[in-house]
């Protein structure tokens, strides 16, 4: 019996050892990761169209925790960033090494296009599958596109809350609302090109909204913001596919804007970041790009607006049935080959053109 006591306190024993060998080995895996992010430089270049005020606390909280990794945020437009970023890559000389967009199609080029390395990031396990492409591109949150209106304009009975709904106002009240409602220019507008050509995949019925929105001589614009300031000052009374969540922050701030989430649909975009290909510091990038995916960074994300994709953290979301989240991969770049935006953009100006005819 006494053998067998003494077999087992060294079992335990041997287990108690392995554990404190994990741990340790563990945080040194982490440590390990930290140390050589320092030895590059200990600094990750971050290009991105994501607001730099929307992101500093996120950023902030990143270097608490780097210990001494300087994040050096670079805020540009989608189209600039994209265009900036293949340029250096193609001489050679790689300047970001994180790349972090919300115009999904060119993220998804650039990924297909050989500008991003494989990393399986640590908190990948804990994503929704289509958050993840090849081990590539990572989707850091889920957006919601919405309507915003004017409070004082548009009476709150009145509101259409579909789709079909929208077009058959716009139509009934189309000399009220000539002028007076603003949408993106998917000509001049990257993620205003994607929202067109995801509503076109939608439904067949996007034609006669189409045409209805062209009835009413839309106002043309390439951002949130711009629409989000002309449904303040009462320029127009709507704005038709913001993106919800900014629409969301100015309304927390600003009573004349109301936000609308259409009920038989809702497209969900995402913001892509990827490693880039080349990163002067890709010790640096995986840790940053990490801590996006982690609980604590998506959490930060969540309370500056930007709702996470995990779903283990609390956050508003739309009913499952509402939300049409944005297919990634092939499916999505191929809007993006000449011809077929050409068609796309053809198809739109008929058919502004032809809700304009009597």
């Given at each position: 019996?006494?053998?067998?006591?003494?077999?087992?306190v060294?079992?335990?024993?041997?287990?108690?050892?392995?554990?404190?060998?994990?741990?340790?080995?563990?945080?040194?895996?982490?440590?390990?990761?930290?140390?050589?992010?320092?030895?590059e430089?200990?600094?990750?270049?971050?290009?991105?169209?994501?607001?730099?005020?929307?992101?500093?606390?996120?950023?902030?909280?990143?270097?608490?925790?780097?210990?001494?990794?300087?994040?050096?945020?670079?805020?540009?437009?989608?189209?600039?960033?994209?265009?900036?970023?293949?340029?250096?890559?193609?001489?050679?000389?790689?300047?970001?090494?994180i790349?972090?967009?919300?115009?999904?199609?060119?993220?998804?080029?650039?990924?297909?296009?050989?500008?991003?390395?494989?990393?399986?990031?640590?908190?990948?396990?804990?994503?929704?599958?289509?958050?993840?492409?090849?081990?590539?591109?990572?989707?850091?949150?889920?957006?919601?596109?919405?309507?915003?209106?004017?409070?004082?304009?548009?009476?709150?009975?009145?509101?259409?809350?579909?789709?079909?709904?929208?077009?058959?106002?716009?139509?009934?009240?189309?000399?009220?609302?000539?002028?007076?409602?603003?949408?993106?220019?998917?000509?001049?507008?990257?993620?205003?090109?994607?929202?067109?050509?995801?509503?076109?995949?939608?439904?067949?019925?996007?034609?006669?909204?189409?045409?209805?929105?062209?009835?009413?001589?839309?106002?043309?614009?390439?951002t949130?913001?711009?629409?989000?300031?002309?449904?303040?000052?009462?320029d127009?009374?709507?704005?038709?596919?913001?993106?919800?969540?900014?629409?969301?922050?100015?309304?927390?701030?600003?009573?004349?804007?109301?936000?609308?989430?259409?009920?038989?649909?809702?497209?969900?975009?995402?913001?892509?970041?990827?490693?880039?290909?080349?990163?002067?510091?890709?010790?640096?990038?995986?840790?940053?790009?990490?801590?996006?995916?982690?609980?604590?960074?998506?959490?930060?994300?969540?309370?500056?607006?930007?709702?996470?994709v995990?779903?283990?953290?609390?956050a508003?979301?739309?009913?499952?049935?509402?939300?049409?989240?944005?297919?990634?991969?092939?499916?999505?770049?191929?809007?993006?080959?000449?011809?077929?935006?050409?068609?796309?953009?053809?198809?739109?100006?008929?058919?502004?053109?032809?809700?304009?005819?009597?």
């Amino acid at each position: 019996m006494r053998s067998y006591l003494i077999f087992g306190v060294f079992l335990g024993g041997l287990a108690a050892v392995a554990l404190l060998a994990w741990s340790y080995l563990g945080r040194d895996g982490e440590a390990a990761r930290v140390a050589r992010a320092q030895r590059e430089g200990g600094v990750v270049e971050v290009y991105a169209n994501v607001d730099a005020g929307a992101v500093a606390s996120l950023i902030a909280a990143f270097e608490r925790r780097g210990a001494g990794v300087t994040v050096r945020y670079h805020d540009l437009s989608a189209d600039v960033l994209d265009a900036r970023f293949r340029r250096e890559a193609d001489a050679g000389k790689v300047g970001a090494d994180i790349v972090w967009s919300s115009a999904m199609a060119m993220q998804a080029k650039l990924v297909n296009d050989g500008y991003a390395q494989t990393y399986a990031s640590r908190e990948k396990d804990a994503l929704p599958a289509e958050a993840v492409w090849n081990d590539q591109s990572y989707r850091i949150t889920a957006e919601p596109v919405a309507i915003a209106y004017n409070r004082a304009q548009v009476a709150q009975q009145g509101l259409a809350r579909t789709h079909a709904a929208f077009a058959q106002m716009l139509r009934a009240r189309r000399a009220d609302l000539t002028g007076k409602v603003a949408t993106y220019d998917p000509a001049r507008s990257g993620i205003g090109y994607l929202f067109l050509t995801q509503d076109l995949a939608a439904t067949r019925d996007t034609q006669a909204l189409l045409e209805a929105l062209g009835a009413t001589r839309p106002v043309l614009m390439e951002t949130t913001g711009a629409m989000l300031d002309a449904v303040a000052r009462g320029d127009v009374m709507y704005a038709y596919n913001v993106v919800g969540p900014y629409a969301e922050e100015r309304a927390k701030a600003d009573p004349r804007i109301g936000v609308l989430y259409p009920e038989d649909y809702s497209i969900v975009a995402s913001r892509v970041a990827f490693v880039a290909r080349g990163a002067p510091h890709p010790a640096a990038a995986r840790l940053f790009l990490d801590f996006l995916l982690s609980r604590e960074g998506q959490d930060i994300l969540a309370r500056a607006g930007l709702p996470p994709v995990r779903g283990d953290v609390a956050a508003p979301r739309l009913a499952s049935g509402q939300a049409r989240a944005i297919p990634g991969g092939p499916r999505l770049f191929v809007n993006l080959d000449p011809i077929k935006r050409q068609r796309v953009l053809e198809t739109w100006s008929a058919a502004l053109a032809q809700g304009k005819s009597p």
